[in-house]
């Protein structure tokens, strides 16, 4: 009886470790199609769906296996440990040299949903020997469920901070492989000996390409990073929230966020002096600011050139950028130190949630440098609801500024974000600027004063001379330009819609642009 109890425990072990292995390899792929392909509400929904149908498909077709069951679950294992653990490896690869590397994540998932189908009813055949059907059943799918809790949460706090993306499968596929080694061990004898021979050997092939695997996969994966920007990597990492990346040529920087272009150090002036400096200078004497983003320091460097200045709070997401910001010496010297200021209090957090919590700061001005809303949870901080809570933050006299990306290749995403943000009550004037790596980019400026329109905010935008502070860029003329919008720009706005959470149209519109062209 203890024999049998033994027997039992170690299959639903062995269950346990694969409900683990097959969620974290969920999230992995998951994880690696919001990074390459972007969109990532879209993505999760795409892998978890496509994975569960599979993990269905697999368990009506192991009724096709009939014999054998101890060799082939340790098959599938074996099969599924190499899958999972070069699942990163193949998807960087193909992502340097081949635009198809989105099917190759499909496909994985597929592929890692259908074994895991295959393997749950085999253990259930096997363990019918060891239990009853009533027990056996209910325990080996609590086991699977168990396992899955346990890989969430190391996916959450230890996989993807700790150790990211490239070797996180490789502690799946491990899982695997041990799985097998111990079921092979464990019911060796129920094995003829010419399938001992041949699973041994697979088994040693296994290890050794794990091995082999973690041993090369850091080169093979920087070398498909690099493939992937056109300028020398000195800097990459996955973080809980993305994937950080500075890039290098002769003494010029870029700072890419999940592959999209932050800034370049060439013209980064050209995107951070229009973000900053036009909103202080309308204000009469800024003192308490308010960044959300900018965790790259860039725009608190501006904003330090305002002696009326006494205090800056940034709320931004991810602490390991801020961090960068704070201490990577190419960050440093591209913002001046700046997020070493006394001035400044950071605040890692998502900026909706700050706002919604903290009653007690109010600000006479509040600029939003926040990626743009490419994912409908990014759109949630463009939403009615967003500027609302930003609005009852301001002092009576306080202004905003949020970037909004461009109005000219995404015009309907800009317009609708201008459109959002008077909806509240500000009063809005649009500006652009040619930032030479970005392309045509655009901010709007709100206020909450009622003491002036809108066309006497744009009228004193363009008078600004800028005398009275150093700036590298901007200037009357540029701000003449900025306020300057085409003809054609000026359709009626009426079809719309207002951003709200409970209505994201600020996505689509944001799809709809014509990125293809630039």
């Not at 299959?11 to 390899?25: D, E, H, R």
């Not at 993306?165 to 596929?173: C, D, E, I, M, Q």
Request: proline fraction near 3%; include cysteine.
């Amino acid at each position: 009886m203890e024999y049998l109890k033994r027997n039992s425990f170690i299959l639903k072990l062995a269950i346990f470790a694969t409900g683990f292995a097959g969620i974290v390899a969920e999230y992995t792929l998951s994880t690696l199609a919001t990074y390459f392909i972007g969109n990532s509400i879209f993505q999760w929904t795409m892998i978890v769906s496509l994975m569960l149908f599979c993990m269905g498909l697999g368990s009506r077709l192991s009724k096709l296996i009939t014999k054998n069951l101890i060799q082939n679950f340790l098959i599938l294992e074996t099969t599924l440990s190499l899958i999972v653990a070069f699942s990163s490896v193949l998807v960087y690869t193909l992502a340097s040299i081949s635009e198809y590397y989105g099917i190759v994540i499909y496909s994985l998932s597929m592929i890692i949903g259908l074994l895991i189908g295959l393997e749950i009813p085999l253990v259930v055949r096997i363990n019918k020997e060891y239990e009853d059907l009533k027990s056996n059943i209910s325990s080996i799918l609590e086991k699977d469920y168990y396992g899955s809790l346990m890989g969430g949460v190391f996916f959450a706090f230890i996989g993807l901070p700790m150790l990211g993306l490239a070797y996180t499968p490789f502690v799946l596929g491990i899982i695997n492989f041990l799985v097998a080694l111990v079921v092979f061990y464990r019911f060796k004898d129920k094995i003829n000996k010419r399938s001992t021979l041949r699973l041994q050997a697979i088994l040693f092939v296994v290890f050794a390409a794990l091995i082999t695997g973690i041993s090369f996969t850091e080169p093979i994966i920087q070398w498909g990073e690099q493939k992937k920007y056109k300028d020398k990597v000195v800097y990459s990492e996955q973080t809980e929230y993305q994937k950080i990346v500075l890039t290098e040529w002769k003494d010029e920087h870029w700072l890419y966020l999940n592959g999209n272009l932050q800034f370049c150090s060439i013209d980064e002036k050209m995107y951070h002096e229009p973000l900053v400096h036009p909103i202080m200078q309308l204000h009469p004497k800024p003192q308490r600011i308010l960044i959300l983003g900018g965790g790259d320091g860039c725009a608190v460097r501006e904003l330090l050139k305002y002696s009326s200045v006494e205090k800056i709070d940034m709320v931004d997401l991810d602490p390991k950028m801020t961090d960068l910001g704070r201490n990577h010496p190419i960050l440093i010297d591209i913002n001046k130190g700046s997020m070493h200021s006394d001035k400044l209090e950071i605040f890692n957090k998502d900026a909706y949630i700050h706002l919604e919590q903290n009653n007690s700061d109010f600000y006479d001005i509040i600029i939003a440098d926040l990626p743009d809303p490419r994912s409908i949870e990014l759109g949630r901080l463009y939403s009615h609801e967003f500027y609302s809570l930003c609005k009852r933050k301001l002092r009576p006299n306080g202004l905003i500024i949020t970037q909004a990306g461009s109005p000219y290749f995404a015009t309907k995403a800009y317009n609708c974000i201008n459109k959002t943000i008077q909806s509240v009550g500000f009063k809005t004037v649009k500006l652009h600027n040619q930032v030479l790596s970005m392309g045509e980019w655009g901010w709007i400026i709100g206020t909450k004063s009622k003491d002036i329109t809108a066309p006497q905010l744009k009228d004193k935008l363009q008078k600004i001379d800028f005398k009275n502070i150093e700036t590298k860029w901007i200037n009357t003329e540029a701000m003449q330009l900025m306020t300057s919008f085409g003809k054609e720009f000026y359709k009626p706005t009426d079809s719309l819609e207002i951003n709200k959470i409970h209505n994201p149209v600020l996505y689509q519109y944001y799809l709809d642009g014509n990125w293809d062209l630039y």
